[in-house]
C-alpha cells in the first residue's frame, strides 16, 4: 500500500481534462473486421470469438476449413482471417464431411444455428456423429430463427415467445424442445460432446475451453459444441435482460456442461 501514497486523485465529477487513448487492440488476429451488423446484444459474436481464439491458440490458422451455414452468424464469414466454405441451409456437416475426408490434415469445423441445424439439417448433422466424422460441428443456440424473423426452433423452450408463438410455446401445439447434445453424447461416433454459454464472463472462459478441447479431439472421432447466445430482438427483452433470460429460460433446460468426453469421462465443466 505504501507504494500508492504518492499517486494522483482522479476526479471523477467532471470529464477528465484529457481524453483516453487506446493502448491495445484487444481485436482477435483471426477476426478481420471487429465491426458487424448483427443486433445489440447479440450472443454470437462473443461465440465466434471464442472459436477464432481458440484456431489460434491450436496454431492451425493456416490448416483450418470452416464451413458456415445459414443465419445471423453468416456475416461472419467474410470478417474471419480462415477459410470459409459456403453451405445450403442444414447442410455444413455434409460440406465439412467432404473437406475433411478430401484434406484430412485439416482442423474442419462448421458454424450453424439452432433453426439451421436441429430444424433444416437434423439429419445431416445425427448421420455425421453417428459415422464418427472426424469435424467439430458448433451450434449457436438462442432458440429463435433469428435471420428469418425470430419464428420457432426445435430447441425453443416451452413458454418462450416467438414470432409465431406469441402466447408462449406449447408442448400440446408445438411439442417438446429437442436437447440436441444431450442426442450426440448417446451416439458412439461422438467422442466429446459439451453445453455452454456466453451470458457471463465466467460461462464465456467455460465455452472456451469446450471450444478447444473439441478441437483437439478431432481427430479421434465426431466432436460438438452447443453454445447458448443471447437474442434479446427475437426473445422480445431488452438488451440487458438477455443475459438474465438465457439463464433463467434456456440454461434451465438446455443445462450446461461436457456430456461425453471419452478421454476425460462424462461430467460437469469446470
Given at each position: 500500500?505504501?507504494?500508492?501514497?504518492?499517486?494522483?486523485?482522479?476526479?471523477?465529477?467532471?470529464?477528465?481534462?484529457?481524453?483516453?487513448?487506446?493502448?491495445?487492440?484487444?481485436?482477435?488476429?483471426?477476426?478481420?473486421?471487429?465491426?458487424?451488423?448483427?443486433?445489440?446484444?447479440?450472443?454470437?459474436?462473443?461465440?465466434?470469438?471464442?472459436?477464432?481464439?481458440?484456431?489460434?491458440?491450436?496454431?492451425?490458422?493456416?490448416?483450418?476449413?470452416?464451413?458456415?451455414?445459414?443465419?445471423?452468424?453468416?456475416?461472419?464469414?467474410?470478417?474471419?482471417?480462415?477459410?470459409?466454405?459456403?453451405?445450403?441451409?442444414?447442410r455444413a456437416p455434409?460440406?465439412?464431411?467432404?473437406?475433411?475426408?478430401?484434406?484430412?490434415?485439416?482442423?474442419?469445423?462448421?458454424?450453424?444455428?439452432?433453426?439451421?441445424?436441429?430444424?433444416?439439417?437434423?439429419?445431416?448433422?445425427?448421420?455425421?456423429?453417428?459415422?464418427?466424422?472426424?469435424?467439430?460441428?458448433?451450434?449457436?443456440?438462442?432458440?429463435?430463427?433469428?435471420?428469418?424473423?425470430?419464428?420457432?426452433?426445435?430447441?425453443?423452450?416451452?413458454?418462450?415467445?416467438?414470432?409465431?408463438?406469441?402466447?408462449?410455446?406449447?408442448?400440446?401445439?408445438?411439442?417438446h424442445p429437442i436437447?440436441?447434445?444431450?442426442?450426440?453424447?448417446?451416439?458412439?461416433?461422438?467422442?466429446?460432446?459439451?453445453?455452454?454459454?456466453?451470458?457471463?464472463?465466467?460461462?464465456?472462459?467455460?465455452?472456451?475451453?469446450?471450444?478447444?478441447?473439441?478441437?483437439?479431439?478431432?481427430?479421434?472421432?465426431?466432436?460438438?459444441?452447443?453454445?447458448?447466445?443471447?437474442?434479446?430482438?427475437?426473445?422480445?427483452?431488452?438488451?440487458?435482460?438477455?443475459?438474465?433470460?438465457?439463464?433463467?429460460?434456456?440454461?434451465?433446460?438446455?443445462?450446461?456442461?461436457?456430456?461425453?468426453?471419452?478421454?476425460?469421462?462424462?461430467?460437469?465443466?469446470?
Amino acid at each position: 500500500m505504501t507504494g500508492r501514497k504518492n499517486l494522483p486523485i482522479v476526479p471523477t465529477d467532471e470529464p477528465p481534462a484529457c481524453g483516453a487513448k487506446l493502448v491495445h487492440d484487444f481485436t482477435p488476429a483471426l477476426v478481420d473486421i471487429g465491426a458487424h451488423q448483427l443486433c445489440p446484444g447479440c450472443g454470437e459474436p462473443v461465440a465466434m470469438r471464442a472459436v477464432v481464439e481458440a484456431v489460434a491458440e491450436l496454431g492451425r490458422t493456416a490448416s483450418c476449413v470452416a464451413v458456415f451455414g445459414i443465419g445471423c452468424y453468416t456475416a461472419f464469414s467474410n470478417n474471419l482471417d480462415i477459410e470459409v466454405v459456403q453451405a445450403l441451409h442444414g447442410r455444413a456437416p455434409s460440406v465439412a464431411t467432404g473437406v475433411k475426408r478430401s484434406r484430412p490434415e485439416l482442423a474442419v469445423l462448421t458454424v450453424q444455428g439452432d433453426g439451421d441445424m436441429a430444424n433444416e439439417g437434423l439429419q445431416e448433422v445425427l448421420h455425421a456423429a453417428a459415422r464418427g466424422e472426424r469435424i467439430t460441428c458448433f451450434m449457436l443456440n438462442n432458440g429463435v430463427f433469428g435471420e428469418t424473423g425470430g419464428h420457432m426452433t426445435a430447441t425453443t423452450v416451452l413458454g418462450q415467445r416467438t414470432k409465431n408463438t406469441l402466447e408462449g410455446r406449447d408442448s400440446a401445439r408445438h411439442g417438446h424442445p429437442i436437447r440436441l447434445a444431450n442426442l450426440f453424447a448417446q451416439l458412439d461416433g461422438a467422442v466429446y460432446v459439451a453445453r455452454g454459454a456466453v451470458d457471463t464472463a465466467v460461462n464465456v472462459h467455460r465455452t472456451k475451453r469446450m471450444v478447444l478441447r473439441a478441437l483437439q479431439a478431432q481427430e479421434s472421432g465426431f466432436t460438438f459444441v452447443e453454445i447458448l447466445t443471447m437474442c434479446p430482438t427475437g426473445w422480445f427483452v431488452e438488451t440487458t435482460q438477455a443475459p438474465g433470460y438465457l439463464a433463467e429460460h434456456h440454461a434451465a433446460v438446455h443445462s450446461m456442461g461436457v456430456l461425453k468426453d471419452l478421454k476425460g469421462g462424462k461430467g460437469v465443466a469446470n
